[in-house]
């Protein structure tokens, strides 16, 4: 199974890669709640469900990314699996579906496709425990990475520090109240630096280990889907019709007055 020291050490040398992105590379919580479990429930065999295609979708909060995998989701090509590998989840599917290990739960995963396609959403550390595990080529062979980002990273920042107050994650989430929202300039400032280097990290990371990648940006796709669409269908090698069925998209943009003006908080001198 996975050494996560090691992992470390294949980044270390490269000193352009931040110490906080190799800190949450042993850090995060999603993969070591997984990883305090015992051998048994860490075994995975060969799988037997075939899928032909599954897109990872690697985001940063308020990227977009659930409105993107609604879009897949709406050409009826891709079944869109949500986040899979956030620990709660895993542990509460397991559960529910009586399992016994974790390559249960990967095959699980693989049984939702659509058409033989399935989308799913991952942190960057999420997926490179499933790379440093050996998952990825064990129940995931065919698989396409999608980097999910915000050219906008004040507007972005913004956002999550909104969000993560409101705790309305989502626009068909119910918003309690913007009224208590605190505005704080440093840690948005802080946010925005974050935003950056994570990109800049994820990016140096993939491109240590090799790893081919199309990356879509949230001022396309909300601006122009159609092309966005048609640019993952090529890097994906699907010939199909880029249809968008806009009845199923029900997502839609959260940033409203309060918004803008703390973007434009940011912004002053």
Known sequence: MIIRENDVELFKKHVLISDNFKRNLLNDVHTKSILSKDEQFLKMDESEIDVNITVFLIFANRSGSNYLAQILNSTGAFNFAG??????T?????????L??????Y???????LNGNLCIKASIFQYLFLHFSGALDIYFPNRKLIIVQRDDKIDQSVSHWIAAQTKQWTSTQALKSDSNVEFNKNKINTMIAGSFLNEKDTRLALSILKMEYLSINYEEFTKYPEFSLRRIFDFCGIDAKTEIDHTKLTLEKQANALNRTYYDKVIEC
């Open 83 to 88: 986040e899979m590998f956030n620990h709660d």
């Open 100 to 105: 016994t290990n974790l390559g249960g739960y």
């Open 90 to 98: 895993v542990d509460a599917k397991i559960d529910e579906l009586g």
């Open 107 to 113: 095959d699980y995963i693989k049984s939702l496709n």
